[in-house]
């Protein structure tokens, strides 16, 4: 477990990519796991959704949906397991990063706690830029279009199914 917390925090300094993951169900289980405690504790703050049980359904879904979709299209179905594991594996990692802020932050958060989230969200989308770019093979631009785009695709869904978040 300290092998693969490691490796995750080496995906989210960028120095690695989900290649550097061990293969898989077992690993891609474990992130996934982890992403659901950091997920539920993240959901428990201040500023809870309506449905915080569908909310954290649907953050588990849709990307695994659209991540399969992405590697289909793209031939490298093969890649599926270990980028699923990176993706969720460093959005746990940043999102245990941030839980403190988040408490912190209460329903008026100051000026820097408000800046550290925002700077957290941007350096998620980096790291999701920097696995996509690894499991396609692109630029890092198109890896971050991607992670651009199953963002938004991912709030749209939530919010349009589960009520605002």
């Given at each position: ?113 408000g800046l550290l989230l925002v700077t957290l969200f941007f350096w998620s989308l980096a790291v999701n830029g920097h696995v996509w770019r690894h499991a396609l093979e692109v630029a ?26």
């Amino acid at each position: 477990m300290i092998d693969l917390l490691q490796k995750l925090l080496a995906i989210v300094l960028l120095r690695q990519g989900p290649q550097d993951l061990p293969p898989g169900q077992a690993t891609m289980l474990t992130c996934l796991a982890l992403y659901v405690l950091t997920t539920a504790a993240s959901l428990t703050g201040a500023q809870q959704p309506e449905q915080p049980v569908l909310v954290l359904g649907l953050a588990l879904a849709i990307p695994l949906l659209l991540s399969r979709l992405v590697l289909t299209l793209a031939n490298k179905i093969a890649r599926w397991p270990q980028t699923v594991s990176a993706l969720f594996g460093s959005s746990a990692v940043l999102s245990a990063l941030s839980l403190p802020l988040g408490w912190m932050a209460g329903e008026q958060p100051t000026p820097l706690v408000g800046l550290l989230l925002v700077t957290l969200f941007f350096w998620s989308l980096a790291v999701n830029g920097h696995v996509w770019r690894h499991a396609l093979e692109v630029a890092f631009s198109g890896g971050l279009a991607i992670a651009v785009l199953m963002f938004a695709i991912n709030l749209f869904i939530i919010n349009a199914l589960a009520g605002s978040i």
